[in-house]
């Protein structure tokens, strides 16, 4: 982009000036000074009326006679800043202007030119100043359009990586968004080597300080502006203007301004829902799982925000919550008591419909803090509605397993420092038996729920991590794997700090094969009809009935207990489950053959 005012050397390029045959007689260092107008002058006290900035034409009838007026008037007009002076022959000056004129110009580098052809000076002043003015209403065109496409992304609320892309776009330039602590959070590179723009970033970085919010640092060819709002600052936006080229033009200023103040704004109005660091992240993992973008460009961004992938052992990790309950057993009769799940957290719904993204922010949160702990290296961020994934970067395969627990460890740290403390118990009362009305004399039913009192309640979230691999491009694999294995492990009985593919089993082997056509066939063949009951009474919902009767080793009294059932309620649905599926419940093969079945169910609703 070329600075509003011409150059000296921009005007010598004129039809009206060349038509002089200019010669340049001193000052050539001075032929990239801006020209901001045209002033013509015959006396030698001009320099009084003149702001700086001018090209003075003159005849040179009323410049002094003498050596040390001429050495005067040079000094006057290089003190107020002119452009440059140009001189026609032919009416005081002849042959060429005297000696002591050219040096005193080449000693104050003020560009003296002269013209050895008569010229009207108003050609050259019309030429000029419609050039300025061109060049104005090109900026004010430029500006214009700056305004209305940073407006739009505003409006739009468009991420980082597009203002960036927008904004060297219309600068043709560089651009680079860092956090406080230089680490690169976007950039676009205009078309030039991503790799070399970003080489030792940091280092680089701390090197460009120039003054004031908005400021243009010549050493380094970057011109920089603060990104932040509301007294605080969050970053810095970056453009390279070359330093061999003059100063960058105004409307480059106002493109670097609007494009942090439009970064800052998205801020403002994502600052609740995650930190842009973690959109950042979430932007890399979700490339790596869907190949949305190349594996290099993904291992070149992660480098620029401090996370080394390239030459690393890679491990996917995902951490979700355990499911409380299974969906199935949402319903009851009418004529059976309700489960006793007020006050519980299963009853989600009164938490409003903030509630689950809410806890997955905190969740987010968690992790990313865990990584800090436990001193490791990885990209941490949601993967969807449920899980957290972060992708470990390991300087050796041997680190594997201890970076694992030390992670689980920390996890297990942060999430009880920011549990808050339980309710104090209720005061002991008589609990209202669930089959008061079928009981013998005597004799109650405990809750399912119920867990003594020195028992360790078992872990409200699952901790799964995939195989480990040696390059970028097979950490999808360990990613999913890990996503997988977490989904398997809900229900597991167990508390493991890490769950790893082994420790899964038969749930871990059905959400490998959760594709297969052939194991989607096999659960239609075994629940179908079960499954079609349910979805025309939905207030029974038998699945979950069954669930807890094999899941409880098909122990009645177990299952009726784990189901919230009297006995007599849950053997009477036992009994509509065997004539709806033709099946003897009492069988082992037939049981096992339906557990398998619920399993796989569970691998293929999974999201």
Request: with cysteine; hydrophobic share 45%; aromatic share 4%.
């Amino acid at each position: 982009m070329s600075p509003v005012f011409p150059t000296v050397r921009e005007v010598l390029d004129l039809v009206p000036v060349r038509n002089g045959a200019p010669r340049l007689v001193a000052g050539t260092a001075g032929l990239d000074r801006s020209v901001r107008w045209v002033h013509i002058a015959e006396v030698p006290d001009i320099a009084t009326l003149l702001g700086g900035g001018e090209l003075v034409l003159t005849t040179g009838i009323g410049l002094p006679g003498d050596d040390a007026g001429l050495r005067e008037f040079i000094g006057a007009l290089a003190d107020v800043g002119v452009s440059g002076l140009v001189v026609e022959l032919g009416r005081r000056y002849v042959s060429g202007v005297p000696r002591v004129m050219a040096a005193a110009a080449e000693r104050r580098g003020l560009p003296l030119i002269e013209l050895r052809r008569g010229t009207p000076f108003v050609r050259i002043t019309e030429a000029v100043h419609a050039l300025i003015v061109d060049a104005q209403l090109t900026e004010l065109r430029a500006t214009e359009e700056i305004h209305q496409r940073f407006t739009e992304l505003s409006v739009e609320g468009a991420e980082p990586a597009e203002v960036l892309r927008q904004a060297a776009e219309l600068a043709g330039c560089p651009m680079v968004l860092e956090n406080l602590s230089r680490q690169v959070l976007a950039y676009d590179p205009a078309g030039e080597n991503a790799e070399l723009l970003l080489d030792g970033w940091e280092r680089h970085s701390r090197q460009i300080r120039p003054p004031g919010r908005t400021a243009y640092d010549p050493d380094s060819g970057w011109l920089v502006t603060t990104v932040g709002a509301r007294g605080q600052d969050w970053g810095r936006l970056l453009l390279r203007w070359p330093a061999t080229e003059s100063t960058p033009p105004t409307r480059l200023t106002i493109l670097i301004e609007r494009a942090a103040s439009t970064l800052a704004l998205g801020r403002l109005i994502r600052r609740d829902a995650e930190g842009l660091e973690r959109q950042i992240h979430r932007t890399l993992l979700t490339a790596l799982i869907d190949h949305t973008r190349p594996v290099d460009e993904v291992a070149l961004r992660a480098k620029a925000l401090g996370v080394v992938l390239d030459r690393r052992h890679l491990v996917g990790v995902v951490v979700r919550h355990r499911a409380d309950e299974p969906a199935g057993d949402a319903g009851t009769p009418d004529d059976e008591p309700a489960p006793a799940r007020r006050g519980g957290r299963r009853d989600t719904d009164a938490e409003g419909p903030e509630a689950g993204p809410a806890r997955l922010r905190d969740l987010a949160e968690a992790v990313s803090q865990a990584v800090r702990d436990a001193k490791l290296t990885a990209l941490t961020s949601p993967l969807d509605d449920q899980a957290v994934g972060a992708l470990l970067a390991l300087p050796d395969p041997a680190a594997e397993e201890k970076a694992l627990s030390a992670f689980a460890a920390a996890l297990r740290r942060v999430r009880l420092d920011a549990a808050p403390a339980a309710p104090a118990a209720p005061a002991a009362r008589p609990a209202r038996p669930l089959d008061a009305p079928d009981r013998p004399a005597g004799r109650t039913v405990a809750s399912a729920s119920a867990r003594p009192v020195d028992a360790p309640p078992r872990a409200a979230i699952v901790v799964a991590a995939g195989s480990g691999v040696g390059s970028l491009r097979e950490a999808r694999r360990s990613l999913i794997e890990a996503r997988q294995v977490a989904e398997a492990a809900r229900r597991d009985p167990r508390d493991l700090p890490c769950y790893r593919l082994p420790h899964v089993g038969l749930a871990g082997l059905l959400h490998l094969l959760r594709d297969e056509p052939r194991l989607q066939t096999f659960v239609e063949r075994e629940l179908g009809p079960l499954l079609a009951y349910d979805a025309q009474h939905p207030r029974e919902q038998l699945l979950g009935t069954l669930r807890a009767y094999l899941e409880q080793g098909r122990n009645k009294s177990a299952g009726a207990a784990a189901a919230h059932l009297s006995r007599p309620a849950f053997y009477e649905r036992l009994a509509r489950i065997g004539r709806i599926l033709d099946a003897d419940l009492d069988s082992v093969d037939r049981c096992l053959s339906l557990h398998v079945a619920l399993l796989a169910l569970d691998a293929v609703r999974t999201p």
